[in-house]
């Protein structure tokens, strides 16, 4: 930011040794982190990235040296030992575990990355207590039966019962954090897992012995954090929620509400911020998160939301959203004012802004925005920020990449007037904006026809996958079939840079629609490979992607900038420049 302040020629790429030495490490790292392979076909089986995946197992194998290190006693305390040891190492897990659930924390602060990535690791820590746990109880009772004295044990020891207790409550907590229990619902998982900790907490004191009642510390210390954290919201909620927000709903094209949220209090967030949004009327202490999908100086300074209807608590705000005749948000330059006049209003309580860890996009040479459906409430806020801060002040950023996937031309409508205005602002500060728009299921916009089957064998009410795979004709919603883009595999002049994957004509052809002129319609889904290789092909600088989007469109993104960033061999004396990623998945 401050080169291009400075006017350096190439701001976003790295200018002395010292820097090309830091960069080289930053892509390994970047390589071996970013990767993600999840089997796309099961609903249950969901791979955390590689970068995770390290992170946990190094975590998991620290944990096993300190279990197993200097720890081999001979004799009848062996098993003991390892037990006791072990139950020593679970009961200290219990601090980090809260550190890491927090959504305001101590480790969020320190690392500046969000507590819903946090979330991720407090359940892979979680998962380690219980393996220790497990350990305890197993050598403590090979220990036991070394010596036939389990059976003096059960009828002696009250620590027991009280030590079944813990294990069963810890089991049931991991049990239900699982995806397709926790997503089951969601709001009755929080309440009990709430109510389940409580339970462990006394549990866990009844559990330990009267001889080591200096080790509840461990307990004392996690109760202040959890206080601390319920302290801090509370009084956040309060202060933000005294005079509460008034919100309006509309219904939009493909079971959509558009959710405009007027506070006082809060006139201040990241253009990548999500809250916790509770209406009383619709859900009395339910709160759903919902990333904001305007900035600041939007808007009118009016939090905007775009939520999917599913059941629930966006059901019901659907079925009493007014259905809106004109299907836009309302820009800075168009106020709430056109919303329908016998729109109704309702009190809106908001817990937030929570912020995401990414680093600023207005630092990048190269933006590349991938969203899918209503993930477009994470990329545009980020055009959005890009388009209000160039018109202040020089950004090392040249071109911005907007590729949204939709299943319809009309769901465009949801943000058409930001993506023009964002247009409109990026042109007159003279950076480069594509607008890529790809419709998967429309068969007015492919094919015409309802009900005819695609090349690919299916058709747009089944689940078998993409549904547009043919070219489009002129239908509807086509006002013209352009000429040939510039194919992203080629440099400016024509030659090729690379041979990619052969593309489909569906793909290779832009196609303008009434809905949203400043962007380029194309049938099926996009070869990300080969318009990320065209970008990467014209970067003079470190290229910055966000990816919005169900989980199988974040993991295909990350393996294919691993890739690009393996074949370019970034940073490793060929010139390519630097590929940073940031990965924002729903249903995760």
Same mark, same amino acid.
């Given at each position: ?10 701001? /976003?790429?790295p200018?002395?040794?010292? +820097?090309?030495?830091?960069?080289t ?32 197992? $190094? ?8 279990? %197993? ?11 003991t ?22 959504k ?26 219980? %393996?220790?746990?497990?350990l ?6 090979? /220990? ?11 009828s ?6 009280t ?26 998982f ?6 389940? %900790? ?13 001889? /080591? ?23 956040r %909620? ?16 493909g $079971? ?12 201040k967030?990241?253009p ?10 619709? $859900? ?29 608590f966006?059901?019901r705000?659907?079925k ?14 168009e106020? #709430?004012? +056109? ?47 890009? /388009? ?59 094919t015409?026809e ?31 079939i352009?000429?040939k ?16 994957? +052969?593309?489909?004509? #569906? ?20 070869d990300i490979y ?8 014209r ?8 990816v919005? $989007? ?24 060929t ?7 940031? #990965? ?5």
């Amino acid at each position: 930011m401050r080169a291009a302040a400075a006017n350096r020629a190439r701001p /976003a790429s790295p200018s002395n040794a010292l +820097s090309k030495f830091l960069a080289t490490i930053t892509a390994i790292y970047r390589e071996a982190s970013y990767a993600q392979y999840t089997p796309n076909s099961s609903q249950f089986l969901k791979v955390p990235p590689v970068g995770t995946i390290v992170l946990v197992v $190094g975590y998991l194998s620290w944990v096993i040296l300190l279990e %197993f290190m200097n720890n081999n006693i001979p004799g009848a305390q062996h098993y003991t030992s390892l037990g006791v040891r072990a139950a020593w190492l679970a009961i200290a897990q219990v601090p980090l575990l809260i550190l890491l659930a927090g959504k305001n924390n101590l480790i969020g602060i320190v690392s500046g990355v969000s507590y819903e990535r946090l979330n991720i690791i407090h359940r892979w820590a979680a998962r380690v207590l219980l %393996f220790l746990v497990t350990l305890h109880v197993i050598f403590l009772h090979l /220990a036991w039966n070394a010596y036939g004295l389990k059976n003096l044990e059960y009828s002696t020891d009250s620590c027991i019962t009280t030590g079944y207790t813990v294990y069963a409550i810890l089991l049931w907590m991991n049990l239900s954090t699982l995806a397709p229990i926790r997503n089951f619902s969601y709001e009755f998982f929080v309440f009990q897992h709430i109510i389940t %900790f409580f339970g462990f907490i006394i549990a866990v004191m009844f559990h330990l012995p009267s001889t /080591a009642l200096y080790s509840r510390v461990y307990i004392y210390i996690p109760i202040a954090l959890f206080l601390v954290d319920r302290i801090i919201r509370s009084v956040r %909620f309060a202060w933000h929620n005294t005079r509460p927000g008034r919100a309006t709903m509309a219904a939009l094209d493909g $079971g959509v509400t558009r959710i405009t949220v007027k506070s006082k209090a809060i006139n201040k967030w990241s253009p990548w911020a999500h809250v916790f949004l509770s209406i009383p009327k619709f $859900g009395p202490g339910q709160s759903h998160p919902a990333t904001i999908a305007s900035i600041p100086s939007s808007h009118c300074g009016d939090l905007v939301f775009i939520l999917k209807s599913h059941r629930g608590f966006t059901s019901r705000l659907l079925k009493s959203a007014t259905n809106s005749t004109t299907s836009l948000l309302p820009t800075k330059e168009e106020p #709430s004012s +056109s919303q329908p006049a016998e729109a109704s209003t309702y009190i809106a309580l908001v817990d937030g802004p929570y912020g995401s860890s990414h680093t600023d996009f207005c630092s990048f040479d190269t933006v590349f925005l991938i969203a899918g459906s209503t993930g477009t409430t994470f990329t545009l806020p980020i055009l959005l920020d890009i /388009a209000e801060r160039a018109q202040k002040s020089r950004l090392p950023v040249k071109r911005v990449v907007f590729l949204w996937i939709v299943k319809n031309t009309s769901w465009t409508s949801w943000t058409a007037p930001e993506l023009s205005s964002a247009s409109q602002a990026l042109l007159a500060a003279g950076i480069e904006l594509s607008t890529r728009i790809y419709v998967t299921c429309d068969t007015k916009f492919t094919t015409g026809e309802e009900d005819q089957s695609k090349e690919c064998g299916c058709t747009c009410d089944k689940t078998l996958g993409p549904c547009c795979c043919v070219s489009p004709d002129d239908s509807n919603n086509i006002v013209e079939i352009l000429d040939k883009e510039e194919l992203p595999n080629e440099k400016k002049g024509g030659e090729p840079a690379i041979q990619p994957r +052969s593309q489909s004509p #569906s793909v290779s052809y832009g196609t303008k629609s009434s809905v949203l002129p400043c962007a380029n319609f194309y049938s099926g889904r996009p070869d990300i490979y080969s318009i990320l290789w065209g970008i990467l092909e014209r970067a003079e600088g470190e290229t910055g992607i966000a990816v919005c $989007g169900p989980l199988g469109l974040n993991s295909d993104v990350r393996n294919i900038v691993v890739r690009c960033s393996d074949e370019r061999a970034v940073h490793k004396g060929t010139g390519a420049e630097g590929i940073y990623l940031h #990965s924002e998945c729903f249903g995760w």
